[in-house]
């Protein structure tokens, strides 16, 4: 008889078996890394978050401060940000225990947790839009945030329409579920995150892609995972094309955890 494991456990196991799937075009797996970002970069951060993620399980903190320390934890090495955005979906997903739960806890948070999710942002070099009235690199923007009461939710609200993980926050996580539904659907087959990975970039246009070289690159990188699974190109040749140009699919990689992370609650079996 098996014997069950923590949420926290669920937590780390997504984010290895993400980070090691391959292959995921454009991102580190277990086969190629960054100039700067290694495959052992994220797996070390895989084991530095797990106080947060055990204090989210047992419900000791608020959303933002756990998102926070998550970050501070995870930035023990040269390898810069390895999950801050698998962090923003991840810590609710485990406080919760489901998804209708974390939906709710993430519409109760408050002002407190918006200014700590911002000190959070700060520990990382995720790439912002050019222009952003509550741009974290400005010394003002707190202020603003709290001049419009703005609580964490509202600050994923005001980012969805240009960002996948904070429009999953705000609209109750529906490509965590579709990634989870579609892990049971490929499950026995080979590769099967890899599988469900292409798809998801075949559907949807990666919104890290976007912001750091626009709406056209990350379309083009969708086009392009559609070609794949039609037959017309290799999944090879998308990952080179992608490494070239440096568009790594990082949203998508954020909500792949979210999603191994919920199906792995559910029993998806990864060792069969």
């Not at 969805?160 to 499950?187: C, K, M, N, S, W």
Request: glycine content about 6%; aromatic content about 10%; some cysteine.
């Amino acid at each position: 008889m098996k014997a069950e494991i923590s949420r926290t456990e669920q937590a780390q196991m997504a984010m290895a078996f993400e980070v090691c799937a391959w292959d995921k075009p454009g991102n580190v797996d277990r086969c190629h890394d960054y100039p700067d970002t290694k495959l052992e970069h994220f797996l070390a951060s895989v084991i530095f978050c797990r106080p947060a993620l055990e204090k989210a399980e047992h419900r000791h903190g608020c959303v933002g401060a756990l998102i926070r320390e998550a970050t501070i934890l995870t930035g023990r090495h040269k390898g810069g940000n390895t999950h801050f955005g698998a962090f923003i979906l991840l810590i609710p997903l485990i406080m919760g225990g489901t998804i209708k739960e974390a939906s709710e806890i993430v519409r109760q948070t408050t002002i407190e947790d918006a200014l700590d999710f911002y000190d959070a942002f700060a520990h990382t070099a995720v790439r912002v839009r050019e222009k952003d009235e509550l741009d974290i690199n400005d010394p003002k923007a707190k202020e603003e945030l709290i001049k419009r009461k703005m609580t964490f939710f509202d600050v994923m609200e005001y980012s969805a329409p240009h960002d996948l993980v904070a429009r999953e926050i705000t609209q109750g996580f529906p490509l965590t579920r579709y990634t989870a539904d579609l892990l049971f659907t490929y499950q026995n087959e080979k590769n099967p995150i890899s599988k469900v990975f292409l798809k998801l970039l075949s559907e949807y246009p990666d919104t890290f892609i976007a912001k750091k070289f626009g709406v056209g690159a990350s379309e083009l990188v969708r086009e392009k995972a559609a070609q794949v699974l039609a037959g017309k190109i290799r999944s090879a040749q998308l990952d080179e094309f992608c490494l070239d140009n440096g568009y790594n699919p990082g949203s998508l990689a954020d909500i792949m955890i979210s999603g191994l992370y919920v199906a792995l609650g559910e029993g998806w079996e990864w060792d069969h």
